[in-house]
């Protein structure tokens, strides 16, 4: 069945370092892909949203060029975290949508720590 | 802009009695959907349950089954005949009817089920 895999599951960096994300879509296209924070203890925070073959749509107070969203593809998108710093450490989990559907698949998540 | 209110941080209840979660939510929006995400210790977000506004049925999933009031704004969740397995963090979560739009989630509430 449709699933989305996401890699790594966990990582841990350097601060300074570049950390890339990628989530793809199993057995379903996702047009859109939506890219979640998650803080422990807290609920999901929405960081963008990207839409296949074109720029991500950044919600408010998220840095567009540290955290780069490429959605080349209706099966992979990638989040990169630029110069990750201690701030950045967190689950990082994505959605990806069916176009025009509303089934949602989620990822399993990323656990980033940044030393 | 809307808004998902989940009132109950914490809550615990014995094994197989019967429990109730609650959430708010707000919207100028007619048509949406309406969900019931689990997410236990491994972090996979889980669908529980998911109710289409315009259907006034309430949806249920086997011990799932929401009360969804649409005039009060309200979605809640219960789960009767509680398991051990039921012990997780469950989000109340809101989506414009479009499939590509964006999942709005509440802060959750983290449920234990005690032996």
């Known amino acids: 069945g449709a699933v989305v895999s996401q890699h790594p599951s966990w990582v841990i960096c350097k601060s300074g370092t570049s950390v890339k994300i990628e989530c793809r879509s199993l057995?379903?296209?996702?047009?859109?892909m939506f890219w979640y924070r998650q803080f422990p203890k807290q609920s999901l925070m929405l960081m963008a949203t990207?839409?296949?073959?074109?720029?991500?749509?950044?919600e408010q107070g998220v840095e567009k060029d540290k955290f780069l969203i490429n959605h080349a593809s209706l099966t992979l998108s990638t989040l990169t975290v630029t110069s990750a710093h201690p701030e950045d450490s967190s689950f990082y989990i994505c959605?990806?949508?069916?176009?025009?559907?509303?089934?949602?698949?989620f990822g399993p998540g990323t656990r980033l720590l940044v030393l | 802009a809307q808004t998902v209110t989940q009132s109950q941080p914490e809550m615990s209840v014995q094994e197989a009695e019967t429990v109730t979660l609650s959430c708010t939510y707000d919207?100028?929006?007619?048509?949406?959907?309406l969900f019931w995400y689990k997410q236990p210790p491994s972090r996979q977000m889980i669908l529980v349950i998911r109710q289409e506004a315009y259907k006034q049925q309430n949806a249920t999933e086997n011990r799932f089954s929401v009360n969804f009031q649409k005039a009060a704004k309200s979605f809640s969740l219960k789960i009767s005949d509680s398991q051990l397995g039921d012990t997780a963090m469950y989000f109340c979560?809101?989506?414009?009817?479009?499939?590509?739009?964006?999942?709005?989630f509440g802060k959750g509430t983290r449920l234990h089920i005690l032996p």
């Open positions: 057995d379903f296209q996702a047009t859109t």
């Open positions: 959605l990806g949508v069916a176009g025009g559907e509303e089934t949602q698949y």
């Open positions: 990207s839409n296949e073959g074109s720029k991500a749509t950044y």
């Open positions: 979560a809101f989506m414009k009817l479009r499939g590509d739009d964006k999942i709005i």
């Open positions: 919207t100028s929006e007619n048509n949406y959907y």
